[in-house]
T-cell receptor, first 111, second 116 residues
Framework: RKEVEQDPGPFNVPEGATVAFNCTYS??????FFWYRQDCRKEPKLLMS???SGNEDGRFTAQLNRASQYISLLIRDSKLSDSATYLC????????????FGSGTRLQVQP | DGGITQSPKYLFRKEGQNVTLSCEQN?????MYWYRQDPGQGLRLIYY???????QKGDIAEGYSVSREKKESFPLTVTSAQKNPTAFYLC???????????????FGAGSRLTVL
């Protein structure tokens, strides 16, 4: 089983729609969780950290469910500029400080 | 402005040749990383360094080598021993978030290596 699993998509949604992605992880000792955004042929950039109580940043809401071992990202009022690949990222509790990346979910917002 | 600079952006190599990818940061970050990304896949860790003159193998270190002689620099050499070197290579450095305490990565723009 992969350490981090994401639906590759693509999720094709119209402008203004609400869309949600999930990401499941296999290591229950994972400590920290993030969503990164990657535009086509560009480097990933941090979108937001994911906190246990859930957190919101404008149109974006991230949640963590430790019992079921998944995190989610909700995007409200989708914009064309939201089209990108969204990477689920976590830090394992293995003493290694590097992060583990999922393969990403591609979002395409259409006019 | 602070950031991470990778060069070259595009590189073509013949089979059997070694090639070195440059990564320089002026963010004063202690930790630096090299990841590889293949189409439709997530990033895989090649090597990382938490401090000058020290580095650790990641998940796919075979066929690669690194050095960390200066805090600002973490070059990656792709050797002829790497069986499938064509990929997008990303260098990153990290800082610790004061809010979450977690390490947050900042990436360079990447180097795209193609082996002919």
């Amino acid at each position: 089983r992969k350490e981090v699993e994401q639906d590759p998509g693509p999720f094709n949604v119209p402008e203004g729609a609400t869309v949600a992605f999930n990401c499941t992880y296999s290591n229950s000792a994972s400590q920290s969780f993030f969503w990164y955004r990657q535009d086509c042929r560009k480097e990933p950039k941090l979108l937001m950290s994911v906190y246990s109580s859930g957190n919101e940043d404008g149109r974006f809401t991230a949640q963590l469910n430790r019992a079921s071992q998944y995190i989610s990202l909700l995007i409200r009022d989708s914009k064309l500029s939201d089209s990108a690949t969204y990477l689920c990222v976590l830090k394992m509790d293995t003493g290694r400080r590097a992060l583990t990346f999922g393969s990403g979910t591609r979002l395409q917002v259409q006019p | 402005d602070g950031g991470i600079t990778q060069s070259p952006k595009y590189l073509f190599r013949k089979e059997g040749q070694n090639v070195t990818l440059s990564c320089e940061q002026n963010l004063n970050h202690d930790a630096m990383y090299w990841y590889r990304q293949d189409p439709g896949q997530g990033l895989r860790l090649i090597y990382y360094s938490q401090i000058v003159n020290d580095f650790q193998k990641g998940d796919i270190a075979e066929g690669y080598s690194v050095s960390r002689e200066k805090k600002e620099s973490f070059p990656l050499t792709v050797t002829s021993a790497q069986k499938n070197p064509t990929a997008f290579y990303l260098c990153a450095s990290s800082w610790r978030s004061p809010t979450s305490g977690a390490n947050v990565l900042t990436f360079g723009a990447g180097s795209r290596l193609t082996v002919l």
